[in-house]
Nanobody
């Protein structure tokens, strides 16, 4: 099991930027594929971005492609989500998630493939 703590959320105007960070502790971080999900009020928790164990592969939901960038630092046990050109529809609670992975290049898109979750951080984008 790995413990995850997100930070970096807040209130920003449309067109602005935020950087979310997720700090991991517990088991060896480099054995986990990582992902970011988000959940708006009354909606399901949706995939935003995922990154492989090595950091060599990343994948994004169509809604954020070209605006968000996921990255990881295995030496510091952190994964980040740089969010640019934010829109009001990006408003949600953002969750960091970890999936223990056998393969270095795997990325997971389904929330049920993730084993551990952070508590979430609120992102609010005003119009």
């Amino acid at each position: 099991q790995v413990q995850l703590v997100e930070s970096g959320g807040g209130l920003v105007q449309a067109g602005g930027s935020l950087r979310l960070s997720c700090a991991a502790s517990g088991r060896t971080f480099s054995t986990y594929a990582m992902g970011w999900f988000r959940q708006a009020p009354g909606k399901e928790r949706d995939f935003v971005a995922g990154i492989s164990r090595s950091g060599g592969r990343a994948y994004y939901a169509d809604s954020v492609k070209g605006r968000f960038t996921i990255s990881r630092d295995n030496a510091k046990n952190t994964v980040s989500l740089q969010m640019n050109s934010l829109k009001p529809e990006d408003t949600a609670v953002y969750f960091c998630a970890a999936s223990i992975s056998t393969y270095y290049s795997s990325i997971y898109y389904n929330r049920h493939d993730y084993d551990d979750w952070g508590q979430g951080t609120q992102v609010t984008v005003s119009s």
